[in-house]
């Protein structure tokens, strides 16, 4: 073969393989893949039946999502330390949501476990862990917090301990205050044991 | 003679009856494991399959898939499968939370409650895919490669086949 046909039909090649991985791409994309380090939009309905969706909170400096469970010794023993950040820093610009997406506990034992618990924020059922699904959420308590543009800022753990007095990294606090400040967060990403996601089996 | 013969049994059986105590099941001994134990731990098991359960006695699903744990101990004796269980309780609960919990049950594998600095580390240390949900399950295979990893509660009939699809050459 001419040198030159061997130029163009390596040109060609390397064409087509870069035009199917852009499609490949494109087609994630539109058949609603996460975007990386994203999370998904969503709506649920809350304990009361209103809907809630992620684009109803265009004006908060950041959201956090909190997923929780009634029944985990763990999400519960954060319920105190959730009321009180969400005291705190609902009136600075960052609003909360739950989401349960534990099989077994419906909407009913979701508002009677927040009513007891002082759990003011909306917590939404997420009915056969569809949303879970889309975040690849899979334990209790686990947090996003993220920009309006669905960005994750901090995603992880509330703090180091279930036990309070057990604490000595406040993680969770410590990404609201970089965030307020305008400052990227130091610490992006966090692990602690919790309880499982109850998921349907499929 | 026969009074000395008679007096010989008693204390034979005084003996016995005292030491029948000692012969109940041994005290269960649920060891602190840093970094450098498990590392160690694992590769003790290099040659056999070794299933890795982490468990707390606060998560209920944990408790629930322990007696088939057990079983399948008890199923796999001397098949070169091998069971170990790590507690992410507190290493200071062992006396007030695990013992209590282990003693329900006649345990024939190790337990060991995990004393890592950090909790995180403990949790990469085993797969970085983990975030910490409870209970979780790791099988090496024969030549110590972490070959499945799970979370989630099971049955003695789901664990065994997981264990099956590793044993298998």
């Known amino acids: 073969m001419l040198d030159r046909t061997k130029i163009y039909l390596s040109l060609t090649i390397v064409t087509v393989i870069l035009a199917v991985a852009a499609a490949g791409v494109v087609s994630l994309e539109a058949a609603g893949a996460v975007e990386k380090n994203k999370i998904p939009a969503f709506t649920l309905k809350d304990f009361n039946g209103k809907s809630h969706s992620f684009s109803d909170y265009k004006d908060a400096k950041a959201v956090a999502i909190f997923y929780v469970a009634t029944r985990c010794p763990v999400s519960n023993a954060y319920n105190k330390r959730m009321a009180d950040l969400y005291k705190e820093f609902k009136a600075k610009g960052i609003p909360f949501i739950g989401i349960n997406s534990n099989k077994m506990e419906d909407a009913d034992e979701v508002k009677i476990h927040a009513q007891k618990h002082g759990l003011t924020f909306p917590i939404l059922k997420d009915i056969n862990n569809v949303v879970a699904d889309k975040f690849k959420a899979t334990v209790t308590p686990e947090v996003y917090v993220v920009n309006t543009d669905r960005d994750i800022l901090y995603h992880g753990r509330i703090d180091d301990s279930r036990k309070q007095d057990k604490v000595t990294s406040r993680d969770l606090y410590n990404a609201f205050k970089e965030i307020l400040a305008g400052k990227p967060v130091t610490v992006k990403e966090t692990k602690a044991f919790g309880c499982t996601i109850k998921r349907i089996k499929k | ?169």
């Open chain 2, 1 to 169: 003679m026969k009074q000395a013969g008679i007096l010989i049994l008693l204390w034979i059986g005084l003996f016995i009856f005292l030491s029948s105590g000692s012969l109940e099941a041994e005290p269960i001994e649920v060891k602190k494991i840093g970094e450098a134990d498990l590392k160690s731990i694992l590769a003790s098991y290099k040659g056999q399959v070794l299933l890795v359960n982490i468990w707390a006695t606060w998560c209920k699903p944990c408790r629930e898939e322990f007696p088939d744990l057990v079983r399948l101990q008890d199923f796999y004796k001397g098949k070169a499968v091998h069971i170990i269980a790590i507690s992410a309780d507190y290493p200071d609960e062992v006396n007030a939370k695990i013992l209590p919990f282990l003693e329900k049950f006649k345990i024939n594998f190790p337990v060991y409650v995990q004393d890592f600095p950090r909790q995180e580390d403990f949790i990469n240390y085993l797969n970085r895919e983990w975030n910490g949900a409870l209970p979780a399950t790791f099988i090496y295979n024969k030549e110590n490669r972490q070959q499945t990893f799970f979370i989630g509660k099971k049955d003695f009939e789901s664990f065994q086949k997981e264990i099956e699809k590793t044993r298998r050459p």
